[in-house]
């Protein structure tokens, strides 16, 4: 790789004692983190699954709430998170070829794209409550009082996007922690593959928020 | 056969005896070796002591709910005190002892073992999710004792979210925390069954605990999330009022037990399913015969994980569900009984003219049998709808879940407490007590919850702390009953810690059991085996008469 500058380390992967190889290390650890992933897929499901069967069952009310949420925030915060899945994949592909500096570089750059989703949606959170869009608020009143119907799904939307945020917080704060292990010489030699199996997790936010976007905001808008 | 094949086919031969490394329990003797370990061998031991002592709490909470009973004016406890009692019963009993009863312990020591892996895929992961398992209990068991919860271990709302004035968010929380214990054990278990097999071990070279432990561990990750759920949402509702399932709140009431039950019918598989495994293992050993329909048997264990997600609407027959979905959720759970059955009639057929040896685990595994099918048989009465509105919150459900979780998954416990005790500690137990043992509490099983039928079926419901006079004959006799299985619980607990220093030692493989955990040593070496077994035989090959082991 000398002919664009940048040098690259030996990439590999220690051997723990209770595998044989390393193969079988390694696709113990995808496997185990895929199980993980389906186990947040579940958390969320019930959350979907309500929010459609309250669409079916009060389309009105649905409506109502979604012309109330914020469509462009929700939709740069979904373009916000694209972009940081692809700095995640621009980490994984360079921990495989060994070059530490990019992809600390591009470990940070997701980092900073998962806060700036955070800082978005609390100002989102923060419209919402201006508008009195906070039902559970004793001493706020309701702006859609009217509707009891209304308020469920507005909690769930509370609920799926804090869930989501709370996943959020807790992965860039794991992805500091794992910046700054990787910082050091000897990480790409013994657990590359811990770059790889946090892309998995990464991407899963991504992708469990590219199913909350249009199930809470753009259906039947 | 060339002399290498011997090798291979046998691990035990060419042991040398002075070079035997010291076996797990004597590897280390401080008390940091056991509280730091990754041995999933002693992990399982933490599990054992822990959810033995929470089975202890259980068991006083149950006596005392029996022992207010007893008369009918409930005037031992407080209407209070009791609903405080029956939910530390059910909380303790349920979240913190069935549910990772056998998986924790048994399939945490054995599954490595049995498919000849030097331990779980993931070592630290395992005894994180003890710490876990400790934290979210104790923390829950205090509350239970020091502030008390009423709500049942069901935690119904809105009862649980705005009318009860007890902990309930604290116990919560603890529940919630044991259950990221599960997911992690769940699938710590899912990754070592898929990659960690030693050569040879095909998937339908497994044994049926294995099978069962596979399609626990299903259970455990795909249900275990939606409980998380479902409880977060209720300390969302108690704690900030963001109204899920009260109405005044609006919220939905029913979507509660839509969640609560996604989770919780799944979960009597979680406890029957181990058991099931266990009594399989048992059956083969104590008849020296191959599993009767091996390969029906571990599908039975796929089939039941996956029906069962599919019949929680058979908890809401009578909470208007629509007619529709309670016929269909009627029929779903009639079917549940076909894979049970493919499971019952095959370890019959397994007896059938085997060798039979009548010792404590095999009289379990009888007993097992006989009170899953009981069980299982009136589960159809209440997947009846007609029927299910009359039995519904009676003490007929009480009767028909104890026969399941006491009767089944109790017994398989404690079959496979006494079967793998030489493989756990290196002792055996006295056989002669422990059949005492049994038979008490197969007796004392049967005297408290027989009459629970009967007390049900006569309209008594579930969960009262009074009742018509006229009940008082049964309930005093399900209370001595209960009496009878309580000295049966101490013979166990007592002769099993006698043991540990007084017992005679065991053999590598004191039942001529076949399976790869007893071709190592009572116990095992630190990673299980001197050198990675090889498999080239079917499992349960108590045909092949030239091999003792293996």
Known sequence: MADIGIAAEPVDLELAEQFTTKAQQREAATLGMWAWLVTELLLFAGLFLCALILRIQHPQSVTLVTTH?????????????????????????????????????????????????????????????????MPFLADRSYVLAHDQASVLFLD???????????????????????????????????????????????HFIDLIWIIVFPVLYVLNR | MSPLDTVLRDPDTPRITLDRPADYLHAQHTLRSWFFTTDHKRIALLYLASITGFFILGACAAGLVRLSLVVPNGQIFSNDTYNKLFTMHGVIMIWFFLIPSIPATFGNF??????????????????????????GSLFTIVVLIVGGVDTGWTFYAPFSTTYSNTYVIPALVGVIIVGFSSILTGLNFVVTIHKMRCPGMTWFRMPIFVWTHYAVSLIFLLGTPVITLALMLLVMERAFHIGVFDPRLGGDPVLFEHLFWFYSHPAVYIMVLPGMGVVTELVAAFSQKRVFGYKFVAYASIGLASITFLVWGHHMFVNGQSQLASTVFSFLSFAVAVPSAVKVYNWTATIHKGTIRLDTPMLYAMGYIGLFVLGGVTGLFLATLAVDAHLHDTYFVVAHFHYIMVGGTMLAFLGGLHYWWPKFTGRMYPEAWGRVGAFLIFIGFNVTFFPQFILGYLG????????????????VLSSAGST???????????????????????????????????????????????????????????????????
């Open chain 1, 156 to 202: 769930v939307y509370y609920i799926t996007t804090g869930l989501h945020g709370v996943h959020l917080i807790t992965g860039i704060s794991i992805l500091l922690w794992l910046t700054w292990k990787a910082s050091r010489p000897a990480f790409l030699q013994t657990h590359q593959n811990r770059i790889e199996i946090y892309g998995l997790y990464w």
């Open chain 2, 484 to 550: 009878i299985l309580a000295v049966g619980y101490f013979f166990p607990l007592g002769y099993l810690i006698w043991s540990l220093w007084f017992g005679k030692k065991a053999p590598a493989n004191p039942w001529q059991a076949k399976g790869l955990e007893w071709t190592t040593s009572s116990p095992p070496p630190a990673h299980n085996f001197l050198r990675t077994p090889v498999v080239d035989y079917q499992p349960y090959d108590y045909a092949n008469k030239t091999r003792d082991n293996g």
């Open chain 2, 110 to 135: 054995l599954i490595p073992l049995m498919i000849g892996a030097k331990d779980l895929a993931f070592p630290r992961l395992n005894l994180l999710s003890w710490y876990v398992f400790m934290l």
């Open chain 2, 460 to 475: 008594m419901p579930r969960r009262y702390h009074s009742y018509p006079p006229e009940f008082q004959l049964l309930n």
């Open chain 1, 69 to 133: 949420l914020k469509f462009w925030i929700g939709a740069t915060n979904t373009v916000v998170l694209i972009c940081s899945s692809l700095t995640m994949s621009a980490a994984i592909v360079t921990s495989r070829l060994g070059w530490r500096r990019f992809m600390l570089g591009a470990l940070l750059a997701t980092a900073s794209l998962g806060s700036l989703f955070l800082l978005l949606k609390g100002f989102e959170y923060y419209q919402d409550y201006d508008e009195h869009m």
